[in-house]
């Protein structure tokens, strides 16, 4: 799957498919969302939206690398990308995705996602990975 990506204001990283390069990879991006002005409690969320598409690469693609691209699309939506090289899955849910029961263990990532994201799509293909696309639109801090 080929996106559009501008040349100016963006974060590219390529990390080791493993828990323990997960959380430079979220301070990396929370510094990136920070520099483009996303107001404090928009790039929480749009850090925790990327760090459950990348938990969820680490955990079930079978990739070795995993990559983060962040960028801004025009001046309006911060966008990134999380991209395993894995093994895919068949089916993505459709529609809302509501948090499972409280003591579940499982299925709160994609409703994570989708919560926190103006922009959310995944694109998966089974033996070649899958892409997750994020996207926050940009509301400039108050003061």
Partial sequence: MHIARPTTSTLNLKIPATPRCSGLARKKVAAFAAEQRLDPDGAREFVAAIGEALANAIEHSRSRVVEIACWVEGSEKLIATVV????G???VPEGPVHLPPPHAERGRGLPIMRRYSDVFSVHTELGRGTTVVL????RPATN
């Fill in 84 to 87: 395993d090289s894995g093994c």
């Fill in 89 to 91: 899955f068949s089916v």
């Fill in 135 to 138: 996207g926050r639109k940009l």
